[in-house]
């Protein structure tokens, strides 16, 4: 079983980038698919989750209106396109597959700064 996540990297204020996560190893399409993030010595945060079903989803306050939560069940994968990025999206985000089991990526850096 993998999640692996790409996409992250440094990125201006007001910039956009879009991350990927490749599943491989289980059923992708049973899962409900989930994006979290973590800046060192605060907790991990939930902020974007997209149900099996490919149509429910739901954003944490501080993100909702500016990232947008996709899939592609036939390409197993899971996208996050973060636009209108500040300072404070800066963490390490993470994917993770939530279903009968609980799979995480092993994370991804995205640094927002001029």
């Known amino acids: 079983v993998k999640l692996v996540e790409s996409g992250g990297g440094l990125v201006q204020p007001g910039g956009s980038l879009r991350l990927s996560c490749a599943a491989s190893?289980?059923?992708?399409?049973?899962?409900?698919t989930r994006w979290y993030r973590q800046v060192p010595g605060k907790e991990r945060e939930l902020i974007a989750v997209?149900?099996?079903?490919?149509?429910?989803?739901n954003y944490a306050d501080s993100v909702k209106g500016r990232f947008t939560i996709s899939r592609d069940n036939g390409k197993n994968t899971v996208y996050l396109q973060m636009n209108s990025l500040k300072p404070e999206d800066t963490a390490v985000y993470f994917c993770?597959?939530?279903?009968?089991?609980?799979?995480w990526g092993q994370g991804t850096q995205v640094t927002v700064s001029s």
């Open positions: 190893g289980f059923n992708f399409r049973e899962y409900d």
């Open positions: 993770m597959a939530f279903g009968p089991h609980a799979y």
């Open positions: 997209l149900h099996a079903d490919g149509r429910s989803r």
